[in-house]
């Protein structure tokens, strides 16, 4: 308990909440309180730097689905006027590069197109009408020319081999990686598509990647953030990775190409690096491309480097070799002297820069937030931020850092919210290093009472407990249920150096739980919390975490919630689908002899201790979660259910490995509160 200071982060959301005195639980978070905010995303700043564009999405519980509108306003502030309205979502906003319109993605005709409107919002026109959906679309910089992506079928289907089965359902599989994520393989490769651009009509489009099987943008999320034009609009460079099958789900070597759009040749840059190179964005003159980069082959939460590669010389270099951190979100100035960009720290994402003249970086922004989106506007940075306390809302930065707020999405939805508290703790471990734990108290904390406690196991594995505002563990929602949330950032977790990232693959079942059990230790012997009512909730290797944890807390707690968590080892190896991930992070097979790492692992699987399991124990599964299997919840609730031991199954049909629709959401957040109330209260 050295080195505490409490951190009241109440302060951080006026003007966008003005809180009550009132104690009522009316004003505190409720799940559909949560479904009733809009979630700001996506800012980008006009070509006159004088206009913000950004989408708000908005969601109709009864009707159990949202819809996104794009928003302008001006990069000093004001009001923000909403320029789409149509019955469906509207995507991918951005200006042309004339700043006399501006282009999105809308389904309004029946499949995905591009769409441009005045800046006013008037006008609207479909400017594409290809066939099938487009992903993701960019202009050039001179504008005349269009990029979008598109899904390509290259695969048969079983009714392609068998074309007199016309109903036959079934899938005949050769090869690995027919599943990714939450979806099987629909038989269809991502691609780039050209084409010429004039003032509202498009050309015929070229695919830079014919015939290809491979994917650009990378599934399972990658975005346009993927795809960069040259200044010049004569070069792409791209994020593939070209390898299939097998070949794909051991190894994350994506690399960067450049294609010439006269030339049509294409070309890797990013050789020999083994490991992930992604997110190119070309200088302000063209002569330098930057990108983010794992040196490390198979290892997902390597650090993320500033590889900035010369387009004269055709050699990169590592910019960020002094930096202890990883880096993305890259961001030039408009002089190209400095880059801008995202990384976490100490349980928040910050604003960096880097001066390319001396390689310095300094960190740009300060507090307890976290930055998930930046533009340049001039000598100002716009950034999108969210906390803890505050979901995310748009903020200007000036040359100082100094930060002023632009919009207020949320204000009149939470002005009587009464929020919870955050203080950050310094707990020292049991190989005597130091801990960042966050812990969160209920609104109107009274310390002469006694409150129940949970301990956050977060997923990841390497996954940092930062600043983040979720809309399912949502920190707000369990103070406000009364419960004090106790969330370390235990070993394996970015943010705190490499070393402490690093140590926790091949020792799941090592440091890491040790680190989980000094942090509620240490929280427990507050007088305010009671020792007696202690519980441990987290979601995939958090849910695995509280599954052994189930098996060696030592009665520690009264109660355990579980979601799409690890349980059979052995069985998660030969189910998930990129094993690159089981490889590193568990040694590599179980059947794979002297190899020390491996016997570790395998040693510490949940199930092996399902014998010792004597807590009740909420189980919650999605049957679309193709990382962690359905299958291994089910198998620890049966194992508790056969043991005897109180334990209930929640399972989500439709969902994976999180729960996205609105009314699943709260049906979620009901089956946890009743749970852990039930065992606590």
């Not at 009132?22 to 006159?48: C, I, N």
């Not at 034009?229 to 099958?245: D, H, I």
Request: glycine share 8%; net charge neutral; charged share 20%.
């Amino acid at each position: 308990m050295k080195n505490m200071h409490f951190i009241t982060l109440l302060a951080l959301l006026l003007p966008v909440l003005a809180y009550t005195q009132a104690d009522s639980p009316s004003s505190r978070f409720t799940p559909e309180l949560l479904w009733k905010l809009g979630r700001v995303s996506e800012p980008q700043v006009s070509p006159d730097e004088k206009t913000i564009l950004f989408g708000v999405s908005w969601y109709n519980l009864a009707e159990n689905k949202g819809n996104r509108d794009l928003f302008i306003m001006p990069v000093t502030g004001g009001e923000a006027k909403k320029i789409t309205s149509f019955k469906g979502s509207e995507a991918n906003g951005i200006f042309r590069p004339d700043g006399k319109k501006i282009g999105f993605l809308s389904a309004e005709t029946g499949s995905m197109q591009i769409w441009e409107t005045n800046i006013d919002g008037t006008k609207p026109v479909q400017i594409s009408k290809v066939e099938g959906d487009i992903s993701g679309f960019s202009y050039s910089p001179k504008g005349n020319r269009i990029l979008f992506t598109m899904r390509v079928k290259l695969d048969k289907t079983a009714n392609d081999i068998y074309p007199d089965l016309p109903k036959a359902n079934a899938r005949i599989e050769e090869d690995l990686m027919y599943r990714h994520w939450d979806s099987w393989s629909d038989f269809s490769y991502s691609h780039i598509f050209i084409a010429p651009y004039t003032d509202g009509k498009l050309g015929n489009a070229v695919d830079i990647m014919k015939d290809e099987r491979y994917d650009s943008p990378m599934l399972p999320w990658g975005g346009m953030e993927q795809i960069a034009w040259n200044p010049e609009g004569s070069q792409v460079a791209y994020t593939c990775k070209k390898l299939t099958g097998k070949a794909y789900s051991l190894s994350t070597n994506s690399e960067i190409y450049l294609y010439d759009i006269v030339s049509k040749g294409t070309r890797n840059i990013s050789q020999p690096n083994p490991g992930y190179d992604q997110d190119p964005v070309f200088s302000p003159d063209g002569k330098k491309i930057v990108w983010r980069s794992m040196a490390r082959a198979g290892f997902e939460a390597d650090k993320d480097r500033i590889m900035i590669y010369d387009m004269a010389s055709g050699k990169f270099s590592d910019y960020s070799g002094k930096f202890d951190q990883s880096s993305s979100g890259f961001t030039w100035a408009n002089n190209g002297k400095t880059l801008f960009f995202l990384s976490g720290i100490h349980g928040t994402t910050q604003i960096f820069s880097l001066n390319l003249g001396d390689r310095e970086i300094r960190q740009f922004s300060h507090g307890v937030h976290d930055y998930l989106a930046i533009a340049v506007a001039g000598k100002n940075i716009i950034g999108a931020k969210q906390s803890m306390l505050m979901p995310t809302e748009l903020f200007a930065l000036d040359a100082s850092g100094s930060e002023t707020q632009l919009t207020f999405t949320n204000a009149s939805i939470l002005k009587d919210i009464h929020s919870a508290k955050v203080e950050e703790r310094w707990i020292t471990t049991t190989d005597k290093k130091k801990m960042q734990v966050w812990v969160i108290y209920p609104p109107d904390f009274n310390p002469k009472k006694k409150y129940p406690a949970l301990l956050f196991c977060e997923g990841g594995p390497q996954s940092m407990v930062s600043q983040f505002f979720s809309y399912r563990w949502n920190f707000q929602m369990m103070a406000a249920n009364d419960y004090i949330v106790v969330a370390p950032n235990r070993r394996g977790l970015p943010g705190f150096g490499q070393e402490w990232n690093d140590q926790i693959s091949g020792d799941y079942g090592g440091q890491n739980m040790k680190d989980y059990l000094v942090a509620i230790d240490s929280l427990s012997a507050e007088p305010y919390i009671d020792k007696n009512r202690l519980g441990a909730v987290g979601a995939s290797y958090g849910g695995f975490s509280v599954l052994w944890l189930a098996g060696h807390h030592e009665k520690r707690f009264k109660v355990f919630i579980s979601h799409c968590g690890m349980f059979n080892l052995e069985d998660q190896y030969l189910t998930t689908e990129e094993m690159w991930f089981v490889n590193w992070d568990l040694g590599g097979p179980y059947w794979e002899k002297n190899n020390p790492k491996v016997d570790r692992s395998y040693a510490n699987s949940p199930h092996l201790f399902a014998d010792k399991w004597d807590t009740p124990i909420l189980v919650i599964e999605g049957e679309n979660d193709f990382r962690i299997p359905y299958t291994q919840g089910m198998a620890a609730y049966n194992a508790a259910k056969l043991r005897g031991i109180p334990a209930k199954y929640l399972h989500f049909p439709e969902e994976s490995h999180w729960v996205l629709k609105p009314q699943n959401s709260v049906l979620w957040q009901r089956e946890f509160f009743q749970w852990l109330d039930k065992w606590l209260k």
